[in-house]
């Protein structure tokens, strides 16, 4: 059957509209809308609540796309019994995102393995999803493409794509130096970035430590001074999440292999039992 005239004007103007939800289920909502006999407001109203509802879910979907996460991690699947160290009411205050509002920064500290990217990753995910830009990189991988934007004089245009957004999430600070130019890189970013948006660090340094990936007590102490002026510090000195979980499979592998060899041995008992 063809579409009416009116009908094919709708759908075009829909388009050209750029609204694809409407498009996709102006038909079905005027359907049940018939049989319930709602009003031509009531229709509209439950389209436009559509589109408006796809549209927040589609915006979610590329925030979390551009800020670009190693893995997708929720506060849900983190083990805070691993780690008792770590403030739980806090966190969970950070992931209502004032912070966010405020600028101020978060600071994750703890060894290698003990949920600090997880953490990180998460409060990231919460901000996108409450419609805030962020951009996760691991520090190395920042510096060095500072270093190749400024050999190709791009680094102004890269600092203030940086400066536009909500979150930065600096991940494994403290596990490779700086050169000087590096660590002069990252401190620009730092400085930027005060009081105009909230950075996060995870890093498995104590701060006295810091001048050693840095080179440099007097810029050290400058880049601390920003980023602490406004922060939440988190601590995490739990065993590692890793270790931990490499000692279950071990045991549960060890204990597989036990099972099998009792299970040997009682065959083979048997089997003598019978030859008697």
Same mark, same amino acid.
């Given at each position: 059957?063809? &579409?009416?005239? %009116? &009908?094919?004007?709708?759908?075009? %103007?829909?388009?050209?509209?750029?609204?694809?939800?409407?498009?996709?289920?102006? *038909?079905?909502?005027?359907?049940?809308?018939?049989?319930?006999?709602?009003?031509?407001?009531?229709?509209?109203?439950?389209?436009? /609540?559509?589109?408006?509802?796809?549209?927040?879910?589609?915006?979610?979907?590329?925030?979390?796309?551009? *800020?670009?996460?190693?893995?997708?991690?929720?506060?849900?699947?983190?083990?805070?019994?691993?780690?008792?160290?770590?403030?739980?009411?806090?966190?969970? @205050?950070?992931?209502?995102?004032?912070?966010? @509002?405020?600028? &101020?920064?978060?600071?994750?500290?703890?060894?290698?393995?003990?949920?600090?990217?997880?953490?990180? !990753?998460?409060?990231?995910?919460?901000?996108?999803?409450?419609? $805030?830009?962020? $951009?996760?990189?691991?520090?190395?991988?920042?510096?060095?493409?500072?270093?190749?934007?400024?050999?190709?004089?791009?680094? @102004?245009?890269?600092?203030?794509?940086?400066?536009?957004?909500?979150?930065?999430?600096?991940?494994?600070?403290?596990?490779?130096?700086?050169?000087?130019?590096?660590?002069?890189?990252?401190? /620009?970013?730092?400085?930027?970035?005060? /009081?105009?948006? %909230?950075?996060?660090?995870?890093?498995?340094?104590?701060? /006295? %430590?810091?001048? &050693?990936?840095?080179?440099?007590?007097?810029?050290?102490?400058?880049?601390?001074?920003?980023?602490?002026?406004?922060?939440?510090?988190?601590? *995490?000195?739990?065993?590692?999440?890793?270790?931990?979980?490499?000692? $279950?499979?071990?045991?549960?592998?060890?204990?597989?292999?036990?099972? !099998?060899? @009792?299970?040997?041995?009682?065959? *083979?008992? !048997?089997?003598?039992?019978?030859?008697?």
């Amino acid at each position: 059957m063809s &579409e009416r005239p %009116s &009908e094919l004007l709708l759908r075009h %103007s829909l388009k050209q509209l750029k609204l694809p939800t409407m498009l996709r289920d102006y *038909a079905t909502v005027a359907t049940r809308c018939t049989k319930e006999n709602c009003d031509y407001v009531t229709y509209l109203w439950r389209l436009v /609540e559509r589109e408006a509802l796809d549209r927040d879910k589609r915006a979610a979907e590329r925030r979390i796309k551009n *800020a670009r996460f190693p893995v997708i991690k929720t506060l849900d699947t983190f083990d805070f019994t691993a780690q008792p160290s770590l403030k739980e009411k806090l966190i969970l @205050e950070l992931m209502v995102g004032q912070y966010m @509002e405020r600028h &101020e920064n978060v600071l994750i500290i703890g060894n290698s393995g003990t949920g600090k990217t997880h953490l990180a !990753s998460a409060l990231g995910f919460a901000g996108c999803q409450q419609g $805030r830009r962020v $951009r996760f990189y691991t520090v190395h991988a920042l510096v060095t493409h500072l270093i190749e934007m400024s050999e190709q004089r791009q680094l @102004e245009r890269t600092l203030r794509q940086l400066s536009r957004l909500d979150v930065l999430i600096l991940d494994e600070l403290g596990y490779v130096p700086f050169t000087k130019t590096g660590a002069e890189l990252l401190f /620009e970013v730092i400085s930027r970035a005060y /009081e105009r948006l %909230s950075v996060i660090v995870t890093t498995n340094l104590p701060f /006295e %430590s810091w001048t &050693e990936i840095f080179g440099s007590e007097r810029l050290t102490g400058a880049l601390l001074d920003r980023l602490t002026h406004r922060v939440h510090i988190l601590e *995490a000195n739990g065993p590692s999440y890793r270790l931990l979980e490499s000692k $279950r499979r071990l045991g549960r592998r060890d204990s597989g292999e036990m099972e !099998s060899d @009792e299970l040997a041995q009682a065959t *083979a008992a !048997s089997g003598d039992k019978s030859k008697r």
